[in-house]
């Protein structure tokens, strides 16, 4: 049974940091694309960043290029999203989302709130 499970969000401030992970189990993990995707409180959901399935092939939404790093370890089967300079307009519930064919799977989310 394919499973995905976020974790690492919680509650910074402006400018701060955080390192969000997600723990792939179910299927063979270094063999798919992998992405962020977030939801805003109120907003639809956006596509935030995706990687290759070995890692050389980045891509991120214009919104959080330079200040978020996508990054995988498929010895660990694991995707991080390392997130600086965090701005409010960041607060969002973050999935991961892997590309594994007919219809992607979902993690369960991990909320992010960026708050003074």
């Known amino acids: 049974q394919v499973q995905l499970v976020e974790s690492g969000g919680g509650l910074v401030q402006p400018g701060g940091s955080l390192r969000l992970a997600c723990a792939a189990s179910g299927f063979t993990f270094s063999n798919y694309w992998m992405n962020w995707v977030r939801q805003a409180p109120g907003k639809g959901l956006e596509w935030v960043s995706r990687?290759?399935?070995?890692?050389?092939?980045?891509s991120y939404a214009d919104s959080v290029k330079g200040r978020f790093t996508i990054s995988r370890d498929n010895a660990k089967n694991t995707l991080y999203l390392q997130m600086n300079s965090l701005k409010p307009e960041d607060t969002a519930v973050y999935y991961c989302?892997?590309?594994?064919?007919?219809?992607?799977?979902w993690g369960q989310g991990t909320q992010v709130t960026v708050s003074s």
């Open positions: 989302v892997g590309d594994l064919g007919a219809s992607p799977e």
């Open positions: 990687i290759n399935s070995g890692g050389s092939r980045i």
